[in-house]
């Protein structure tokens, strides 16, 4: 497993890519990088961009240090 900080530094993506890339905010971003709360919603939204650029299936709870809360 890899952080998401190691992924999007492979990618060679700044964050503002990045979130671009998950249709996320750069906020967003920063809190998931930094190990804070976010949505299933956004976590899903990372995996799906990250998959997309590796081209090869890699789901939210392959990253490591995701905090992932329950949406609602």
Do not use: W, Y
């Amino acid at each position: 497993m890899s952080t998401l900080i190691a992924f999007r530094i492979q990618l060679g993506c700044s964050k503002a890519e990045f979130a671009r890339q998950a249709g996320l905010s750069v906020q967003v971003i920063i809190k998931a990088e930094n190990g804070e709360p976010i949505t299933t919603r956004s976590a899903t939204k990372i995996a799906q961009a990250l998959s997309r650029n590796f081209e090869k299936v890699i789901m939210a709870q392959q990253i490591e240090g995701l905090n992932i809360r329950e949406d609602g």
